[in-house]
């Protein structure tokens, strides 16, 4: 278990008190919500205020009801991308009061409205980035992510012909550190957190659990190189460390995997004969 | 009619080896001249998708999400099963073949459940070789457990992500042949119809999520990997995406739909807390490893407890009933999920309900906690424990969970053959979206195993003989039978566009999902569930009457995608209602309240229900036409379950 999910854990703790205290309470509430009919719509701010909201519901549903009330009234829904409601789909994207996903280190689903008080504005906007762009209201097109999957982000076997599973024996620290970095969702929360649009976490991500897996070896070089290029490509920013994708992450995936790609990714220039 | 299951002759062990050897081959030069269509990107869309590319088929997968790797199967967290036997404790393939089937209480067919444990164990070798991360022991080879009431330990699993981290690898593969070339991949595009040219599938039609624009896609084979309807219920643990519409618009073209009433009621989900919830969270069935489920012994004391005038904690050990543990000594609480979720539903109609709603058991770790320390619990469910205390506000290591039934997993599905092949040749389908391996209920671990043996080592062999025998020449994508399939659709999406009435689509289903638990959830009787269908008849006229769908067709509407699957679920809905109906026996998940033990378990009539109930669409507001799959048994003999 590592650490960063101890200290989360710490912080929930203390908000157990507070949540009992808050039970059955119905707020009202300011949203200001970005509304963009489409991509090439300059879009704007939208204030919509809302009442009766229960501190049991989670923001999703918070935006649910919303979305009832517009449609009764006859107007436009807000757009949002959402699906799993666990945490795990990495589909859901707000960013809300200048955090992506909100207050909370989790995904928006898992975020509840017992996190917010009576009274609150709440703003509520897409992920900004340019590798990232406005579908319609809070929706935005991710593609460049599969993409920078596509260029290198797996193992290159087939169906069939693989050795018995237990002929790759991994030690359970290696195993257990590639878990972590695999356990990246592709939310884009990281990239939205930095303030350059950076990608690195999310790439270094995938290129760490395999460069640390026997698996991955074989195209351990070329896997960096590719992937990194389709990474600019993509048009996301630089990393200058300052962290926020880190702090961010709702899985909580660690700076380290950006030094290791950027290990990995140094020692491929100097194989390399492309780069 | 009677259905052929194509299910080949000889001995059990036997025929899949045979069945692939008589199979017929495409010549490897001719294999890119084929296009086959993959509708749905989880792990028997992914798996299948790539398996195909590999081989050098042309392959266009489809998915409504954003990006393929965010369907549901991601959402899976226990693990996956396997019969490598690693553990030594006797394991075998035809161990988990005669778990599988007793499980799924002698309601599947015989030949599909002994391929499945027979092709388990190249799954977990496959995904091993794909980098899948999964738990090792300190002697760096993998780690099994026992699962979901199974007696032997041969789940492999990734933290409380299996789902997950098997997804990643199938997309990683996917995401190889769309960089080869060999996938072209069209996210946020929905399959509207399948198109059909002579009873055979030839094409499919999609509407782009994003333009509303309306296309068709010809290919020589159709494979949908669309998942299961437990949207139906409106609450289930399902994405909010989960929906029927391409399986059931398949059904309207042909293919037959089987056993719509086997749904499965997971026991472990965070109970419902209000009318504004959107979605039910599943707690994964590990917990039962540890955790004991009870309520308090009278109804006056879980009175008080609703009341919150005591404490769980306040309640001594004497006035608990751990009801798992007094009714099935031998299982306890790791009884299988039917079992489990019908008596949880049975103390709270007890009026023993523990929350405010009535509709609520504890799940206790406190004497696991006493036994191993907090430490060991965390080690083990931490993830859970926080997603529980994330969604309720409550610290489960200081106060039992509670928990209550949810619907989770369908065991329904198109029908299809032995070369999972629906009724409509061409049209293949695979994973939950069918029918075929889990009977009348699903054991834990084995929905992704079902989902990737059929992506990566049943659909490679049995669609090349069909391919082989209707040849490579391209299918006509100007044939008249794809513009009148798109126009079709483009008149259905008017027709909602147009109604303009004074409801909202989530009333529709939200009202139709409560129908549904109500009388066709974990207990039904032919009372309920004929008053049901009236109530879903008319709901479904209110629906075409008066809901409320703004915005376009030209443009991203949520709206209108989600009035076009729940007009789907209510049609559904109805056919799921018709044959909890016909069946009028218990088995695994379908519980008739008229046959019972007299202990009130589940008590099958095999004379009369030993078959597979698969449904054909006759007419818009016709009754469907029951067409039946005799099971016969060779290898096992059926026995009432038991888990005393």
Same mark, same amino acid.
């Given at each position: 278990?590592?650490?960063?999910?101890?200290?989360?854990?710490?912080?929930?703790?203390?908000?157990?008190?507070?949540?009992?205290?808050?039970?059955?309470?119905?707020?009202?509430?300011?949203?200001?919500?970005?509304?963009q009919k489409n991509a090439g719509d300059?879009?704007?701010?939208?204030?919509?205020?809302?009442?009766?909201?229960?501190?049991?519901?989670?923001?999703?549903?918070?935006?649910d009801?919303?979305n009832?009330?517009l449609t009764?009234?006859?107007?436009d829904p807000v757009h949002f991308d959402h699906d799993c409601?666990?945490?795990?789909c990495?589909m859901c994207s707000?960013?809300?009061?200048?955090?992506?996903?909100?207050?909370?280190?989790?995904?928006?689903?898992?975020?509840?409205?017992?996190?917010?008080?009576?009274?609150?504005?709440?703003?509520?906007?897409p992920?900004?980035?340019?590798?990232?762009p406005v579908v319609k209201d809070l929706v935005v097109d991710r593609s460049?992510?599969d993409?920078?999957?596509?260029?290198?982000?797996?193992?290159?076997?087939?169906?069939?012909?693989?050795?018995?599973?237990?002929?790759?024996?991994?030690?359970?620290?290696?195993?257990?550190? =590639?878990?972590?970095? #695999?356990?990246?969702? $592709?939310?884009?929360?990281?990239?939205? +957190? %930095?303030?350059?649009?950076?990608?690195?976490?999310?790439?270094?991500?995938?290129?760490?659990?395999?460069?640390?897996?026997?698996?991955?070896?074989?195209?351990?070089?070329?896997?960096?190189?590719?992937?990194? =290029?389709?990474?600019? #490509?993509?048009?996301? $920013?630089?990393?200058?460390?300052?962290? +926020? %994708?880190?702090?961010?992450?709702?899985?909580?995936?660690?700076?380290?995997?950006?030094?290791?790609?950027?290990?990995?990714?140094?020692?491929?220039?100097?194989?390399?004969?492309?780069? | 009619?009677?259905?052929?299951?194509?299910?080949?002759?000889?001995?059990?062990?036997?025929?899949?080896?045979?069945?692939?050897?008589?199979?017929?081959?495409?010549?490897?030069?001719?294999?890119?001249?084929?296009e086959v269509i993959v509708v749905g990107t989880g792990?028997a869309g992914a798996?299948a998708a790539?398996?195909?590319?590999?081989?050098?088929?042309k392959v266009k997968a489809f998915c409504f999400q954003d990006s393929p790797r965010r369907a549901h199967s991601?959402?899976?967290?226990?693990?996956?099963?396997?019969?490598?036997?690693?553990?030594?404790?006797?394991?075998?393939?035809?161990?988990?073949?005669?778990?599988?089937?007793?499980?799924?209480?002698?309601?599947?067919?015989?030949?599909?459940?002994?391929?499945?444990?027979?092709?388990?164990?190249?799954?977990?070798?496959?995904?091993?070789?794909?980098?899948?991360?999964?738990?090792?022991?300190?002697?760096?080879?993998?780690?099994?457990?026992?699962?979901?009431?199974?007696?032997?330990?041969?789940?492999?699993?990734?933290?409380?992500?299996?789902?997950?981290?098997?997804?990643?690898?199938?997309y990683?593969?996917l995401?190889?042949?769309v960089?080869?070339?060999?996938v072209k991949l069209y996210p946020r595009t929905e399959m509207m119809d399948v198109v059909t040219i002579?009873?055979h599938a030839r094409g499919i039609v999609t509407r782009n999520l994003i333009t509303g624009a309306i296309e068709t896609h010809a290919a020589h084979a159709v494979l949908l990997c669309t998942g299961g309807y437990g949207n139906v219920?409106f609450?289930?643990?399902n994405a909010m995406g989960s929906n029927v519409t391409a399986a059931w618009r398949a059904h309207k073209k042909g293919a037959?739909f089987?056993?719509?009433?086997?749904?499965?009621?997971?026991?472990?989900?965070?109970?419902?807390?209000?009318?504004?919830?959107?979605?039910?969270?599943?707690?994964?069935?590990?917990?039962?490893?540890?955790?004991?489920?009870?309520?308090?012994?009278?109804?006056?004391?879980?009175?008080?407890?609703?009341?919150?005038?005591?404490?769980?904690?306040?309640?001594?050990?004497?006035?608990?009933?751990?009801?798992?543990?007094?009714?099935?000594?031998?299982?306890?609480?790791?009884?299988?999920?039917?079992?489990?979720?019908?008596?949880?539903?049975?103390?709270?109609?007890?009026?023993?309900?523990?929350?405010?709603?009535?509709?609520?058991?504890?799940?206790?770790?406190?004497?696991?906690?006493?036994?191993?320390?907090?430490?060991?619990?965390?080690?083990?469910?931490?993830?859970?424990?926080?997603?529980?205390?994330?969604?309720?506000?409550?610290?489960?290591?200081?106060?039992?969970?509670?928990?209550?039934?949810?619907?989770?997993?369908?065991?329904?599905g198109l029908?299809?053959?032995?070369?999972?092949?629906t009724?409509v040749?061409g049209l293949y389908s695979l994973g939950e979206a069918?029918?075929?391996?889990?009977?009348?209920?699903?054991?834990?671990?084995?929905?992704?195993?079902?989902?990737?043996?059929?992506?990566?080592?049943?659909?490679?062999?049995?669609?090349?003989?069909?391919?082989?025998?209707?040849?490579?020449?391209?299918v006509d994508a100007n044939h008249p039978a794809f513009a009148e399939a798109e126009k079709g659709v483009k008149d259905a999406i008017q027709k909602l566009l147009s109604i303009n009435g004074?409801?909202t689509v989530d009333?529709f289903h939200?009202?139709l999902?409560?129908?549904?638990?109500?009388?066709?959830?974990?207990?039904?009787?032919?009372?309920?569930?004929?008053?049901?269908?009236?109530?879903?008849?008319?709901?479904k006229?209110?629906f075409w009457?008066?809901v409320k769908v703004l915005g376009a067709n030209e443009e991203l509407n949520q709206t209108l995608e989600k009035a076009s699957r729940v007009a789907d679920f209510l049609e559904l809905g109805?056919?799921?209602?018709?044959?909890?109906?016909?069946?009028?026996?218990?088995?695994?998940?379908?519980?008739?309240?008229?046959?019972?033990?007299?202990?009130?378990?589940?008590?099958?009539?095999?004379?009369?229900?030993?078959?597979?109930?698969?449904?054909?669409f006759?007419?818009e507001?016709?009754?469907?036409?029951?067409?039946?799959?005799?099971?016969?048994?060779?290898?096992?003999?059926?026995?009432?379950?038991?888990?005393?």
């Amino acid at each position: 278990m590592s650490k960063t999910i101890h200290r989360v854990k710490v912080v929930r703790r203390a908000r157990f008190h507070v949540a009992i205290e808050k039970k059955y309470k119905h707020m009202k509430l300011t949203l200001k919500i970005w509304r963009q009919k489409n991509a090439g719509d300059k879009g704007s701010f939208v204030t919509y205020p809302i009442d009766g909201i229960s501190t049991d519901m989670s923001f999703l549903e918070m935006m649910d009801v919303l979305n009832e009330e517009l449609t009764a009234n006859g107007e436009d829904p807000v757009h949002f991308d959402h699906d799993c409601r666990e945490g795990i789909c990495g589909m859901c994207s707000l960013y809300i009061n200048g955090h992506p996903h909100g207050p909370k280190q989790t995904t928006t689903c898992q975020l509840h409205m017992r996190s917010f008080s009576d009274g609150d504005t709440i703003t509520i906007e897409p992920w900004r980035a340019k590798a990232f762009p406005v579908v319609k209201d809070l929706v935005v097109d991710r593609s460049s992510f599969d993409r920078i999957i596509q260029a290198g982000g797996y193992v290159s076997v087939n169906t069939g012909g693989v050795p018995d599973a237990n002929e790759i024996p991994i030690p359970k620290r290696i195993a257990d550190e =590639a878990f972590d970095s #695999a356990t990246c969702i $592709g939310c884009g929360a990281c990239v939205a +957190a %930095c303030k350059n649009a950076s990608a690195m976490l999310f790439t270094s991500a995938k290129i760490s659990q395999l460069a640390m897996l026997p698996q991955g070896q074989v195209e351990r070089m070329s896997r960096a190189e590719k992937m990194v =290029a389709q990474m600019d #490509a993509e048009g996301f $920013g630089a990393c200058t460390n300052t962290g +926020a %994708c880190e702090a961010e992450c709702p899985k909580g995936i660690s700076l380290t995997n950006i030094a290791r790609m950027n290990r990995e990714y140094f020692a491929a220039s100097v194989k390399s004969e492309t780069v | 009619m009677i259905l052929d299951s194509k299910a080949p002759i000889g001995p059990l062990a036997e025929k899949w080896t045979k069945h692939k050897f008589n199979s017929k081959l495409v010549n490897p030069a001719n294999k890119r001249k084929y296009e086959v269509i993959v509708v749905g990107t989880g792990l028997a869309g992914a798996s299948a998708a790539a398996s195909l590319a590999e081989l050098g088929y042309k392959v266009k997968a489809f998915c409504f999400q954003d990006s393929p790797r965010r369907a549901h199967s991601i959402a899976a967290q226990g693990g996956i099963n396997a019969a490598k036997n690693y553990q030594n404790d006797g394991d075998s393939v035809f161990r988990l073949f005669y778990d599988t089937i007793k499980g799924g209480d002698y309601r599947s067919r015989e030949s599909n459940v002994y391929r499945l444990a027979e092709v388990s164990v190249n799954i977990i070798d496959q995904c091993v070789a794909q980098g899948v991360p999964f738990a090792r022991e300190y002697g760096g080879l993998l780690a099994n457990r026992s699962f979901g009431g199974a007696q032997v330990s041969r789940t492999f699993y990734a933290r409380g992500q299996t789902g997950q981290q098997l997804l990643l690898g199938a997309y990683s593969a996917l995401s190889r042949q769309v960089a080869n070339g060999k996938v072209k991949l069209y996210p946020r595009t929905e399959m509207m119809d399948v198109v059909t040219i002579d009873g055979h599938a030839r094409g499919i039609v999609t509407r782009n999520l994003i333009t509303g624009a309306i296309e068709t896609h010809a290919a020589h084979a159709v494979l949908l990997c669309t998942g299961g309807y437990g949207n139906v219920f409106f609450l289930s643990t399902n994405a909010m995406g989960s929906n029927v519409t391409a399986a059931w618009r398949a059904h309207k073209k042909g293919a037959y739909f089987a056993n719509p009433c086997y749904t499965q009621i997971h026991p472990t989900c965070i109970p419902v807390s209000g009318d504004h919830q959107s979605k039910l969270t599943l707690m994964s069935e590990s917990l039962r490893n540890d955790g004991r489920v009870w309520v308090p012994k009278t109804k006056e004391t879980a009175e008080k407890l609703r009341k919150g005038e005591i404490k769980p904690k306040d309640i001594k050990d004497e006035d608990r009933d751990y009801y798992l543990e007094r009714k099935y000594p031998s299982f306890g609480n790791l009884v299988p999920r039917d079992v489990a979720s019908r008596n949880a539903k049975d103390v709270c109609d007890e009026g023993r309900g523990v929350n405010e709603t009535g509709q609520a058991v504890f799940l206790d770790f406190r004497d696991a906690i006493n036994r191993d320390s907090e430490d060991a619990i965390r080690a083990r469910y931490g993830n859970l424990f926080d997603m529980y205390q994330q969604i309720t506000g409550e610290n489960p290591y200081q106060t039992p969970m509670k928990i209550y039934p949810a619907v989770h997993y369908t065991m329904g599905g198109l029908w299809v053959d032995y070369n999972l092949s629906t009724t409509v040749p061409g049209l293949y389908s695979l994973g939950e979206a069918n029918f075929s391996d889990h009977g009348a209920n699903r054991l834990g671990a084995s929905a992704l195993m079902q989902g990737l043996a059929d992506g990566y080592f049943v659909i490679p062999y049995t669609i090349g003989d069909y391919l082989a025998q209707i040849g490579p020449a391209p299918v006509d994508a100007n044939h008249p039978a794809f513009a009148e399939a798109e126009k079709g659709v483009k008149d259905a999406i008017q027709k909602l566009l147009s109604i303009n009435g004074s409801k909202t689509v989530d009333y529709f289903h939200k009202k139709l999902g409560h129908i549904m638990w109500e009388y066709c959830g974990m207990a039904r009787n032919a009372e309920g569930l004929t008053k049901a269908k009236g109530m879903i008849q008319d709901l479904k006229k209110e629906f075409w009457k008066d809901v409320k769908v703004l915005g376009a067709n030209e443009e991203l509407n949520q709206t209108l995608e989600k009035a076009s699957r729940v007009a789907d679920f209510l049609e559904l809905g109805e056919l799921m209602i018709d044959d909890a109906l016909n069946r009028n026996e218990s088995c695994g998940g379908h519980f008739r309240t008229e046959s019972q033990t007299p202990e009130g378990e589940a008590l099958r009539d095999d004379e009369n229900y030993a078959y597979v109930a698969a449904w054909k669409f006759i007419a818009e507001n016709a009754p469907e036409e029951l067409n039946k799959e005799p099971l016969e048994f060779e290898n096992v003999k059926l026995t009432q379950r038991s888990y005393k």
